[in-house]
């Protein structure tokens, strides 16, 4: 039964890196294409303005838009973690690590205020996702590879 499960994944993984870079978009959110975009959406600009309630709108928007995009990037992470479902040195599964590990940081930051440290946690962890991906696709051929060879010398 574990080897079929093991198959199972090692057949979804291997259609997975034949499309690697549009399934690897479709994991994770379309967000900005740079670190620039990300940090001009981001960062507080001082602006003259002597009404009140357009700063107090504007910071609104920026907030919320900050918000989603820390919303997102936690589901993605989310996300990426039901892949990993193999057991740590203590038995306990990966993904369930990393789920853990993600609430922590999330709540670590919780109360960060300065929208360029909250930008490059942001920037840092959807960089982070996306290697991590990266490295298990990346295994996951080298896994397919090794089983095909050993199946060929059979």
């Not at 870079?21 to 602006?47: A, C, M, N, S, W």
């Not at 002597?50 to 919320?64: A, C, M, P, Q, W």
């Not at 080298?142 to 199946?151: A, F, G, I, L, M």
Request: net charge positive; hydrophobic share 30%.
């Amino acid at each position: 039964m574990k080897v079929g499960k093991c198959r199972n994944l090692a057949k979804f993984l291997n259609r997975m890196t034949r499309k690697n870079i549009e399934l690897q978009r479709r994991f994770l959110h379309e967000g900005p294409d740079t670190v620039e975009e990300l940090l001009e959406r981001h960062i507080v600009k001082k602006e003259k303005s002597n009404d009140d309630e357009e700063d107090e709108i504007s910071t609104r928007r920026r907030l919320t838009s900050t918000r989603r995009e820390a919303l997102s990037l936690y589901r993605d992470i989310l996300r990426a973690t039901r892949f990993f479902m193999w057991p740590d040195s203590r038995g306990v599964l990966w993904c369930d690590v990393l789920r853990e590990n993600a609430r922590k940081e999330f709540e670590d930051a919780r109360f960060e205020k300065d929208p360029e440290i909250i930008s490059r946690l942001i920037i840092g962890g959807r960089d982070a996702v996306q290697s991590a991906i990266d490295k298990l696709v990346e295994k996951q051929k080298e896994q397919v590879e090794k089983e095909r060879r050993d199946r060929d010398r059979r």
